[in-house]
């Protein structure tokens, strides 16, 4: 059994910060690519970040230069740092990951058999 659990989400003014968290269980960590994507109201799932197996880190336009993605595989646990968050980042942000995912496929969310629930952020003044 697999299970990704993500937390850390919350309720932040415009340029506050947030970090977000995920712990799979039942998954050997270190031999999966683990990455955050994020769904506005109304809108699709869209990629945010990934981080790879040798730590190779990768993020959306969008977020480049705010958000740093990290992992500590003796935690089993990745977590995004969320800086300078702006009203367009609220979001459902969630957690993915994948043991057999190809480097030049981390974007797409088809890619990823695993999934946390989600976890609420929200930026509003």
């Known amino acids: 059994q697999v299970q990704l659990v993500d937390s850390g989400g919350g309720s932040v003014e415009p340029g506050g910060s947030l970090r977000l968290s995920c712990t799979p269980s039942g998954v050997t960590f270190s031999r999966y690519v683990m990455s955050w994507f994020r769904q506005p109201p109304g809108k699709e799932r869209e990629f945010v970040s990934a981080?790879?197996?040798?730590?190779?880190?990768y993020y959306s336009d969008s977020v480049k230069g705010r958000c740093t993605i990290s992992r500590d595989n003796a935690k089993n646990t990745v977590y995004l740092q969320m800086n300078n968050l702006k009203p367009e980042d609220a979001a459902v942000y969630y957690c993915a990951g994948s043991s057999t995912i190809i480097l030049s496929s981390y974007r797409r969310a088809s890619e990823y058999a695993n999934w946390g629930r989600g976890t609420q952020v929200t930026v509003s003044s």
């Open positions: 981080i790879g197996r040798t730590n190779n880190r």
